[in-house]
T-cell receptor
Framework: NAGVTQTPKFQVLKTGQSMTLQCAQD?????MYWYRQDPGMGLRLIYY???????DKGEVPNGYNVSRLNKREFSLRLESAAPSQTSVYFC?????????????FGDGTRLSIL | AQSVTQLDSHVSVSEGTPVLLRCNYS??????LFWYVQHPNKGLQLLLK??????LVKGINGFEAEFKKSETSFHLTKPSAHMSDAAEYFC???????????FGGGTRLMVKP
């Protein structure tokens, strides 16, 4: 009963390095999301994919790219990491892009940029 | 535009006493509202949601919330706190027909024995 699986769980990078965060869901959901969580700010949407083959920017997309590899997988890439991208990153999925369908979250990736 | 304000960043209660976590929202649309809970080092779990049906919404683990349009509030309550309720709670708003969630800053609930 995996749900949403994120890898890695922890990562430390140096400024300027690149990194891809992986996310996979086994619930046959159509929509997937990437958020970042910073203290006192709740979660902010970086990118989302309403369905396989589509991606759209969220509230804070700068410095990130995404790939919806297939229905199960949605990856987030930092091309040139910056200290401001130190955060906890959450992937989520939902059956459809509708509030009637709740989002299911992974356990997060804790990323530190030195 | 929409926004969410959680009025307390930290709330401390004793085990067995009531819990009140406060949330106010603003939305240009008829909103859907949610409460999520996050336990340490875990992802978020949906507690309950309001999507324009009954204004008093019951969720998991004995939590409930009441949608008050006149006060633009969606406060979360529980009659009797349990140690396992210690976590961070997020109030979330979304346009009723959309899928973009806007999160509040979170309220950390501490439960004292």
């Amino acid at each position: 009963n995996a749900g949403v699986t994120q890898t890695p769980k922890f990562q430390v990078l140096k400024t300027g390095q690149s990194m891809t965060l992986q996310c996979a869901q086994d619930m046959n959901h159509n929509s997937m999301y990437w958020y970042r969580q910073d203290p006192g700010m709740g979660l902010r949407l970086i990118y989302y994919s309403a369905s396989e083959g589509t991606t759209d920017k969220g509230e804070v997309p700068n410095g990130y790219n995404v790939s919806r590899l297939n229905k199960r997988e949605f990856s987030l890439r930092l091309e040139s990491a910056a200290p401001s991208q130190t955060s906890v990153y959450f992937c989520a999925s939902s059956r459809q892009g509708s509030v009637e369908q709740p989002q299911h979250f992974g356990d997060g990736t804790r990323l530190s940029i030195l | 535009a929409q926004s969410v304000t959680q009025l307390d960043s930290h709330v401390s209660v004793s085990e067995g006493t009531p819990v009140l976590l406060r949330c106010n929202y603003s939305s240009s649309y008829s909103p859907s509202l949610f409460w999520y809970v996050q336990h340490p080092n875990k992802g978020l779990q949906l507690l309950l949601k309001y999507t324009s049906a009954a204004t008093l919404v019951k969720g998991i683990n004995g939590f409930e919330a009441e949608f008050k349009k006149s006060e633009t509030s969606f406060h979360l309550t529980k009659p009797s706190a349990h140690m396992s309720d210690a976590a961070e709670y997020f109030c979330v708003v979304s346009p009723h027909a959309g899928n973009m969630l806007t999160f509040g800053g979170g309220t950390r609930l501490m439960v004292k024995p």
